[in-house]
């Protein structure tokens, strides 16, 4: 028997994020700035997905918490990638905003998640 996918799988909306963000990639103007921009969006985005599924597989408790911060500091690269993109401007399309506000959101979720790994580390410890 399968088991119905929960809407509110991390590794899922990493994903998603990724793809959201390549999707803007691809509006990107074909100029020097547009091409840089590319490059680091889409390789930032790409890794915050990445990194979650090697966070996953952790050998150690203090190997999940380095990774889940490697993905805080590439979402934290992608939103000022989006910043930039926004700013500038070099793109103005909802998909820009819509992938920034999700960056906002993650960065929340990661941003608890070591926290409370943090904690729950530190009271093992004792």
Do not use: W
Request: net charge positive; glycine share 2%; with cysteine.
């Amino acid at each position: 028997m399968e088991t119905p996918k929960n809407k509110f799988d991390l590794e899922d909306r990493m994903v998603d994020f990724a793809c959201m963000c390549l999707e803007v990639c691809d509006l990107l103007p074909n100029t020097r700035t547009g091409q840089n921009l590319e490059h680091q969006l889409s390789k930032s985005s790409t890794a915050t997905a990445l990194i979650y599924g090697e966070a996953q597989g952790a050998e150690s408790r203090a190997d999940f918490l380095h990774k889940m911060k490697m993905c805080l500091k590439e979402i934290k690269e992608t939103r000022i990638n989006l910043k930039i993109i926004m700013r500038k401007p070099v793109l103005v399309h909802k998909k820009v905003d819509i992938a920034f506000a999700e960056a906002n959101q993650l960065m929340a979720i990661f941003l608890r998640s070591i926290e409370t790994a943090q904690k729950n580390d530190e009271r093992i410890k004792k």
